[in-house]
């Protein structure tokens, strides 16, 4: 393999791969705050020494991450490594996105004069600046760019709905940014499953009044993925609440969803009608040329110039955002590893390598199931890694293992351990279990169809 790539490029390249193994949440509480302190061969076997930000997360990652940091590891290296984690006791964010080539504001952002720190974290390159517009967006970024112009105007709420990975939270970010620039800090945005386990969290702390003061008093509310509070009673009437909170201030509110307020099922009549009383836009999936362009702003973030014959290629074999992008690090890695320079004919070759023998280039992540199966049945991820065997949450689990065995065609030991780390017996038993409800029950078995179908068009 020639000379080692240096730590700080293999730890990249690694945070790259897990951040497609892992929720959004999830990277930046603990993988962000990571650093390789050291790479070095004893007899045998090769130890990396991993530094982390603090003591708690050296734990998390020790119980939770360690086999797919060993697993991205040998992949990057192409080395079997053994993991000694440590304390560096630095938070890393700076660093990892100097590399990336992208600023991200720090995590928590605290007002001025505000005792209680508003929590804040907006992406550094989810701006309208780099957001390429096509005719699959065109009317979302007006609106959005409109909001952003005027927030608590006309289209109040904006309500911004489509497919997974089709640029919906980028767009809303974008105006969480514009509005920062313009030295507006009562900003906040969260996914609508944060919203409910604050709340959650609030009534069982007693702190519910804490918890309804941080989010009615802003000027900008974004919640991501609101079809998540569907079905959940007490959260739809807080929500209701604090809508009317801050909309009675003049304040904006905005919102992502997998589908329009008229198809979120269980959602109360007046919640529907508030989502609809401002604007209402779709996304829709990118076409190539908007594909295209989008890979060239990714790769420009990047520090590097992408001949335009390479980013065609890959976006007409590539038809989700979030898999163009994750390719593109892996080009990165792998231009780097063959000593290679980045064309057309390095693009072909890993393609070939990476395409299912069905010939279908669409490349389905884990990622894209679990946001699937999440939306679909109005569970969240981290419910479906978790223990919590209720039949709402079990029953959604086995089938996002059965989707993760029969269509991505992982391995077993995979699927546990994509799922919350579960055992492989589990996966076997689920994934038997569905196959087995699936052929004596036509409601079910229509519905896997209808989620099969999705994973194939989605992105
Ligand atoms: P969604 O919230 O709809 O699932 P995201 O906003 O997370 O999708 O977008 C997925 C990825 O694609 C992000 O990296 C985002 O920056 C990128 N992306 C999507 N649409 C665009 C666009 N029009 N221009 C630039 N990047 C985009
Ligand atoms: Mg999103």
New binding site residues.
């Given amino acids: 393999m020639g000379e080692m790539l240096s730590l700080e490029k293999t730890w990249g390249a690694v945070m790259a791969g897990m951040k497609i193994n892992v929720s959004e949440a999830t990277f930046n509480a603990y993988l962000r705050h990571t650093e390789l302190t050291g790479m070095g061969e004893t007899g045998e076997r090769w130890i990396c020494e991993v530094g982390c930000g603090s003591g708690y997360i050296k734990s998390v990652l020790e119980q939770r991450y360690y086999g797919q940091l060993t697993e991205e590891l040998k992949r990057v290296t192409g080395k079997v490594c053994e993991i000694k984690f440590g304390v560096t006791g630095k938070s890393l964010s700076t660093k990892i996105n100097e590399r990336s080539g992208t600023e991200e504001l720090p995590l928590f952002e605290t007002k001025k004069g505000d005792g209680a720190g508003r929590k804040m974290r907006l ?1 550094g ?2 701006t309208f600046e ?5 005719g699959s ?1 065109q009317m979302a ?1 007006a609106a959005a760019q409109a909001v952003a112009k005027n927030p608590g105007g006309a289209y109040n709420p904006l309500f911004i709905y ?12 974008a105006i969480g940014h514009k509005l920062l620039e313009k030295e507006e800090e009562r900003i906040l945005f969260c996914s609508a499953e944060e919203f409910t386990n604050d709340l959650v969290e609030g009534i069982k702390n007693k702190t519910t009044e804490k918890v309804r003061a941080k989010y009615r008093k802003v000027k900008l509310l974004m919640i ?2 609101v079809q998540f509070i569907a079905g959940r009673a007490t959260v739809q009437e807080e929500f209701f609440h604090t809508f009317n909170a801050i909309v009675g201030e003049a304040g904006q509110v905005v919102m ?1 969803s997998d589908r329009p307020p008229a198809e979120i099922a269980k959602l109360e009549e007046r919640l529907r009608s508030r989502f609809g009383a401002g604007m209402i836009v779709d ?1 829709g999936p ?1 076409d190539l040329e ?1 594909r295209t ?2 890979l060239l ?2 790769a420009k973030q990047r520090g590097w110039e992408l001949p335009a014959g390479v980013a065609r290629i890959m976006a007409e074999n590539i038809a989700g ?2 898999e ?2 994750g390719f593109l690090i892996r080009l990165e890695t792998e231009a780097e590893m063959r000593k290679e320079e980045i064309s057309e004919g390095l693009v072909e070759k890993i393609l070939n390598v990476t395409r299912p023998t069905n010939g279908q280039a669409k490349i389905i992540t884990p990622t894209e199931v679990f ?1 699937l199966i999440s939306g679909f049945y109005g569970v969240g991820v981290q419910q479906l890694k978790g223990d919590k065997r209720t039949r709402t949450i079990a029953w959604p689990r086995q089938i996002l293992m059965y989707l993760l065995r029969t269509e991505l065609k992982l391995p077993q030991e995979e699927v546990g351990r994509l799922v919350g780390g579960r055992d492989h017996s589990t996966v076997i038993h689920a994934t038997e279990k569905v196959a087995l409800v699936l052929q004596k029950d036509q409601v079910v078995h229509n519905q896997i169809d209808q989620l099969k179908r999705k994973l194939l068009i989605s992105g």
Avoid: P, S
């Avoid at 489509?162 to 970010?173: A, P, R």
């Fill in positions: 992406k390159d989810y780099n957001f390429a517009v096509g967006n970024y489509g497919g997974v990975g089709v640029g919906k939270t980028h767009l809303m970010q991501d993925d992502t996304v990118a908007l362009a989008i702003i990714k955002l979030r163009l992008e946001n």
